[in-house]
Protein backbone atom coordinates (compact mmCIF):
# COMPACT_ATOMS: atom_id res chain seq x y z
CA UNK A 1 0.00 0.00 0.00
CA UNK A 2 1.43 3.34 -0.91
CA UNK A 3 1.36 6.83 1.16
CA UNK A 4 -0.66 9.65 -0.06
CA UNK A 5 2.51 11.20 -0.92
CA UNK A 6 3.64 8.66 -3.25
CA UNK A 7 0.98 8.89 -5.25
CA UNK A 8 0.32 11.00 -8.14
CA UNK A 9 -2.77 11.85 -8.00
CA UNK A 10 -5.57 12.39 -5.86
CA UNK A 11 -8.91 12.35 -6.24
CA UNK A 12 -11.39 13.97 -3.37
CA UNK A 13 -15.06 13.33 -2.69
CA UNK A 14 -16.92 16.95 -2.53
CA UNK A 15 -19.35 16.60 0.01
CA UNK A 16 -18.06 15.88 3.54
CA UNK A 17 -14.41 15.64 2.30
CA UNK A 18 -13.54 18.60 0.96
CA UNK A 19 -17.04 20.97 1.49
CA UNK A 20 -18.74 20.47 4.95
CA UNK A 21 -22.40 19.70 3.05
CA UNK A 22 -23.14 16.65 4.14
CA UNK A 23 -25.43 18.49 6.80
CA UNK A 24 -27.53 20.61 4.35
CA UNK A 25 -27.54 17.36 2.04
CA UNK A 26 -29.50 15.12 5.11
CA UNK A 27 -31.67 17.46 6.18
CA UNK A 28 -32.97 17.78 2.91
CA UNK A 29 -33.41 14.38 1.82
CA UNK A 30 -35.39 14.28 5.65
CA UNK A 31 -37.53 16.69 5.29
CA UNK A 32 -38.44 15.35 2.16
CA UNK A 33 -38.60 11.65 3.01
CA UNK A 34 -41.01 12.50 6.27
CA UNK A 35 -43.72 14.36 3.89
CA UNK A 36 -43.73 10.44 1.99
CA UNK A 37 -46.99 8.54 3.30
CA UNK A 38 -45.64 5.31 4.51
CA UNK A 39 -42.45 6.86 6.36
CA UNK A 40 -42.45 5.75 9.70
CA UNK A 41 -40.52 6.40 11.69
CA UNK A 42 -38.96 9.59 10.80
CA UNK A 43 -35.96 9.39 8.33
CA UNK A 44 -32.96 9.02 10.29
CA UNK A 45 -30.47 11.99 8.93
CA UNK A 46 -27.50 10.11 10.65
CA UNK A 47 -27.85 6.14 9.64
CA UNK A 48 -30.21 6.45 7.57
CA UNK A 49 -28.67 8.63 5.18
CA UNK A 50 -25.11 7.43 5.74
CA UNK A 51 -26.52 3.24 4.68
CA UNK A 52 -28.78 4.14 2.16
CA UNK A 53 -28.14 7.81 0.33
CA UNK A 54 -24.79 9.69 0.86
CA UNK A 55 -23.02 9.37 -2.15
CA UNK A 56 -25.30 8.33 -4.15
CA UNK A 57 -27.38 9.86 -7.00
CA UNK A 58 -30.47 11.58 -6.09
CA UNK A 59 -32.44 9.25 -7.88
CA UNK A 60 -30.30 6.01 -6.75
CA UNK A 61 -30.50 6.93 -2.95
CA UNK A 62 -34.28 8.14 -3.04
CA UNK A 63 -35.13 4.82 -4.27
CA UNK A 64 -32.49 3.32 -2.32
CA UNK A 65 -34.21 4.56 1.07
CA UNK A 66 -37.98 3.59 -0.07
CA UNK A 67 -36.72 0.00 -1.15
CA UNK A 68 -35.05 -0.16 2.41
CA UNK A 69 -38.33 0.79 4.09
CA UNK A 70 -40.42 -1.65 1.88
CA UNK A 71 -42.54 1.15 0.31
CA UNK A 72 -43.46 0.27 -3.32
CA UNK A 73 -43.25 3.85 -5.28
CA UNK A 74 -43.36 4.24 -8.80
CA UNK A 75 -40.26 5.58 -10.47
CA UNK A 76 -42.13 7.97 -12.53
CA UNK A 77 -40.32 10.22 -14.52
CA UNK A 78 -36.90 12.52 -14.84
CA UNK A 79 -38.68 15.34 -14.95
CA UNK A 80 -41.48 14.96 -12.10
CA UNK A 81 -42.19 17.77 -10.47
CA UNK A 82 -41.49 18.09 -6.93
CA UNK A 83 -43.97 15.85 -4.39
CA UNK A 84 -44.57 13.01 -2.86
CA UNK A 85 -46.43 10.51 -5.62
CA UNK A 86 -42.84 8.92 -7.17
CA UNK A 87 -39.21 8.27 -6.88
CA UNK A 88 -38.13 10.92 -9.38
CA UNK A 89 -40.83 13.65 -7.61
CA UNK A 90 -39.28 12.91 -4.50
CA UNK A 91 -35.89 13.23 -5.55
CA UNK A 92 -36.58 17.00 -7.27
CA UNK A 93 -38.33 17.85 -3.87
CA UNK A 94 -34.88 17.07 -1.92
CA UNK A 95 -33.28 18.94 -4.83
CA UNK A 96 -35.48 22.11 -4.54
CA UNK A 97 -35.09 21.93 -0.64
CA UNK A 98 -30.66 21.63 -1.24
CA UNK A 99 -30.55 24.59 -3.45
CA UNK A 100 -32.96 26.68 -0.95
CA UNK A 101 -30.27 25.82 2.15
CA UNK A 102 -27.20 26.48 -0.33
CA UNK A 103 -27.97 29.89 -1.16
CA UNK A 104 -29.60 30.96 2.13
CA UNK A 105 -26.57 29.41 4.59
CA UNK A 106 -23.50 29.07 1.71
CA UNK A 107 -21.44 26.26 2.24
CA UNK A 108 -18.64 25.98 4.64
CA UNK A 109 -15.03 24.14 3.53
CA UNK A 110 -12.75 21.50 6.30
CA UNK A 111 -9.94 23.50 6.59
CA UNK A 112 -7.80 20.34 6.96
CA UNK A 113 -8.96 19.36 3.17
CA UNK A 114 -7.59 22.92 2.14
CA UNK A 115 -4.59 22.49 3.95
CA UNK A 116 -3.82 19.41 2.35
CA UNK A 117 -5.24 20.51 -1.40
CA UNK A 118 -2.52 23.46 -1.12
CA UNK A 119 0.28 21.59 -0.07
CA UNK A 120 -0.56 18.91 -2.76
CA UNK A 121 -0.73 21.57 -5.67
CA UNK A 122 2.50 22.92 -4.26
CA UNK A 123 4.21 18.86 -4.31
CA UNK A 124 3.09 18.72 -8.33
CA UNK A 125 0.18 16.06 -7.27
CA UNK A 126 -2.84 16.08 -9.92
CA UNK A 127 -6.13 16.59 -8.13
CA UNK A 128 -9.81 16.12 -8.87
CA UNK A 129 -13.25 16.12 -7.06
CA UNK A 130 -16.25 13.79 -7.91
CA UNK A 131 -19.61 14.07 -6.85
CA UNK A 132 -23.01 12.63 -7.50
CA UNK A 133 -24.06 15.65 -7.28
CA UNK A 134 -24.90 18.71 -10.10
CA UNK A 135 -24.39 21.11 -7.36
CA UNK A 136 -20.43 20.16 -7.26
CA UNK A 137 -19.03 23.02 -9.10
CA UNK A 138 -21.13 25.64 -7.47
CA UNK A 139 -20.03 24.39 -4.02
CA UNK A 140 -16.37 24.14 -4.88
CA UNK A 141 -16.37 27.52 -6.28
CA UNK A 142 -18.19 29.13 -3.34
CA UNK A 143 -15.66 27.46 -1.19
CA UNK A 144 -12.97 28.83 -2.67
CA UNK A 145 -11.23 25.65 -3.81
CA UNK A 146 -11.55 25.02 -7.21
CA UNK A 147 -8.71 26.38 -8.93
CA UNK A 148 -6.62 23.89 -6.72
CA UNK A 149 -8.43 21.07 -9.16
CA UNK A 150 -7.47 20.01 -12.34
CA UNK A 151 -11.01 18.76 -13.33
CA UNK A 152 -14.41 17.62 -11.95
CA UNK A 153 -16.86 14.78 -12.42
CA UNK A 154 -20.19 15.49 -11.18
CA UNK A 155 -23.53 14.76 -11.52
CA UNK A 156 -23.81 16.71 -14.71
CA UNK A 157 -21.07 14.26 -16.27
CA UNK A 158 -22.99 11.55 -14.73
CA UNK A 159 -25.89 12.34 -16.83
CA UNK A 160 -24.17 13.26 -19.82
CA UNK A 161 -21.54 10.04 -20.15
CA UNK A 162 -24.01 7.52 -18.52
CA UNK A 163 -22.02 6.68 -15.67
CA UNK A 164 -23.17 4.27 -12.76
CA UNK A 165 -23.09 5.75 -9.42
CA UNK A 166 -21.59 4.55 -6.29
CA UNK A 167 -20.81 1.67 -5.34
CA UNK A 168 -19.48 1.26 -8.98
CA UNK A 169 -16.23 3.34 -9.42
CA UNK A 170 -16.81 5.16 -12.77
CA UNK A 171 -16.74 8.67 -11.14
CA UNK A 172 -13.25 7.94 -9.82
CA UNK A 173 -12.18 6.18 -12.52
CA UNK A 174 -13.30 8.98 -15.06
CA UNK A 175 -11.18 11.72 -12.88
CA UNK A 176 -8.33 9.15 -13.20
CA UNK A 177 -8.61 9.36 -17.21
CA UNK A 178 -8.92 13.01 -17.19
CA UNK A 179 -5.81 13.68 -14.71
CA UNK A 180 -4.02 11.00 -16.65
CA UNK A 181 -2.80 9.30 -14.40
CA UNK A 182 -3.95 4.95 -13.84
CA UNK A 183 -5.85 4.48 -11.30
CA UNK A 184 -3.04 2.41 -9.29
CA UNK A 185 -0.99 5.28 -9.11
CA UNK A 186 -4.07 7.66 -7.67
CA UNK A 187 -5.92 7.59 -4.33
CA UNK A 188 -9.37 8.01 -3.41
CA UNK A 189 -10.47 10.48 -0.24
CA UNK A 190 -13.76 9.54 0.90
CA UNK A 191 -16.08 9.91 3.96
CA UNK A 192 -19.42 7.73 1.81
CA UNK A 193 -18.85 4.00 2.58
CA UNK A 194 -20.37 3.44 -0.96
CA UNK A 195 -17.53 6.01 -2.09
CA UNK A 196 -14.92 4.01 -0.19
CA UNK A 197 -16.30 0.40 -1.93
CA UNK A 198 -16.10 2.54 -5.44
CA UNK A 199 -12.60 2.99 -4.80
CA UNK A 200 -11.87 -0.38 -3.67
CA UNK A 201 -13.72 -1.83 -6.52
CA UNK A 202 -11.30 0.77 -8.82
CA UNK A 203 -8.25 -0.54 -8.33
CA UNK A 204 -6.88 2.32 -6.81
CA UNK A 205 -3.60 2.85 -5.20
CA UNK A 206 -4.80 4.21 -1.74
CA UNK A 207 -8.21 4.62 -0.63
CA UNK A 208 -8.23 6.90 2.29
CA UNK A 209 -11.78 7.23 4.16
CA UNK A 210 -12.83 10.07 6.59
CA UNK A 211 -14.89 9.83 9.96
CA UNK A 212 -16.57 12.90 10.39
CA UNK A 213 -19.23 10.67 12.32
CA UNK A 214 -16.06 9.61 14.94
CA UNK A 215 -18.70 7.15 16.89
CA UNK A 216 -17.59 3.30 17.82
CA UNK A 217 -18.49 1.95 14.30
CA UNK A 218 -18.00 4.78 11.89
CA UNK A 219 -14.35 4.03 11.56
CA UNK A 220 -14.62 0.18 11.62
CA UNK A 221 -17.36 0.75 8.63
CA UNK A 222 -15.00 2.38 6.83
CA UNK A 223 -12.55 0.18 6.79
CA UNK A 224 -14.69 -2.88 6.33
CA UNK A 225 -15.86 -1.23 2.76
CA UNK A 226 -12.38 -1.01 1.79
CA UNK A 227 -10.46 2.09 3.40
CA UNK A 228 -6.95 1.29 3.19
CA UNK A 229 -6.85 4.09 6.46
CA UNK A 230 -9.23 6.10 8.26
CA UNK A 231 -8.62 9.88 9.43
CA UNK A 232 -10.53 12.32 11.42
CA UNK A 233 -9.45 15.23 9.42
CA UNK A 234 -7.11 15.27 6.05
CA UNK A 235 -4.80 17.33 7.85
CA UNK A 236 -3.88 14.98 9.84
CA UNK A 237 -1.52 13.43 6.40
CA UNK A 238 0.25 16.40 6.42
CA UNK A 239 2.14 15.07 9.45
CA UNK A 240 2.80 12.24 7.24
CA UNK A 241 4.62 13.89 4.06
CA UNK A 242 8.05 12.89 3.48
Not at 113 to 142: E, F, K, P, Q, Y
Not at 173 to 189: G, I, K, S, Y
Amino acid sequence: MPELWACRAVVFDTDGVITDSARAHATSWKEAFDAVPGVDPPFDQVDEYRRHVDGKSRLDGAAAFLAARGLDIPYGDPDDPPGTDTVCAIAARKDELFTRVLDEEGVDVYQGTVRLLLALHGANVRCAAISSSRHARDLLTRAGVRSLLQTVVDGNDVARLGLPGKPEPALFLEAARRLVVPANDTAVVEDALAGVEAGRRGGFGLVVGVDRMDTPDSANDLRQHGADLVVGDLGELLGARR
